[in-house]
């Protein structure tokens, strides 16, 4: 930038965060305590409003993208998966409190249904760990070929945690789009926390899930890992987005809760839209069908920048 552009760039108004300096210096009068002399954009109360939404909207749309425009964030592999599923230690722990309350009272059948799903939540560990492990593989592959990939997740627990924690075990960064919910979902510690993101907005958050998606993988999950995996085949089968290999994790589990044959049987998609998903197994399965479809990861001659934090 030569110093004429800089200067012609530079602007001759006080920016917002001065002007509300300057507001604190008025004094203390009847009039600036009234809520009509705060400026608009200080004023928490009028932000609340309901006929602000479009702006909050906006702004939530605005303030990660921002945040990752400036850090050069371009390319992520998105991770979603149950917040109800935990490591091995924590779900033995939870049997074995399970089986506690069962034994000393074996009669109540919600204490055996509870003891019931206590076992499969066990079984379902392996996907936590191999969560971990496709964390810290996209992290590491990632570095080796100097490409600027982040893992992304949901920003709570269970597998989303597992993957941030991935990332984190071999010194990569990883973000969390986190959403105000009443239960289930704070920050897991493993997040890079300039890259810790909160919603308001399902929307919004959505968007910015695929916004930079490279690959979606969907580990065992409820209504929210279904409400983000159907958004992403409906924009990907409508072609409101690029094609992006989406990789179902657990096979069996999948197609036991979800009959995509079916689907296609009674019309209701078509055996192209079948196709939009893949099975992988394992962490190394689920990586190189990412790379397959990302040419680019293996350019060596790639002018991609590091991510800057």
Known sequence: MTKKTKILCESPFSTAKEDAAHVLLDGDTVQTRSSSYRLAYDDFDFMMRDELRPVRLQLELLKPELAQAELGIKSTVVIFGSARIHGDDEAKQALANA?????????ELELANKLAIARRILTKSYYYDEARKLGALITSEAKKRNYPLLVVTGGGLGIMEAANHGAADVGGNSM???????????????????????????AIRKMHFLMRAIALVAFPGGFGTMDELFKALTLIQTKK??????????????????????????????????????????????????LKSNSSINNKHSNNKKVTL
């Open 241 to 290: 987005v690029k094609r992006i290999p989406v990789i179902l994790f657990g096979q069996l589990y999948w197609e036991k809760i979800i009959n995509f044959d079916a689907l296609v049987e009674e019309g209701a998609i078509t055996p192209c839209d079948r196709e939009l998903m893949q099975y992988a197994e394992t962490a190394e399965q689920a990586w190189q069908l990412i």
């Open 176 to 202: 969390g789009l986190n959403i105000v919910l009443p239960h289930e979902q704070h920050p897991n510690p493993y997040i890079t926390p300039e890259l810790c993101f909160q919603f308001h907005y399902f």
């Open 99 to 107: 089986e506690q309350a069962w034994n000393e009272h074996p009669d």
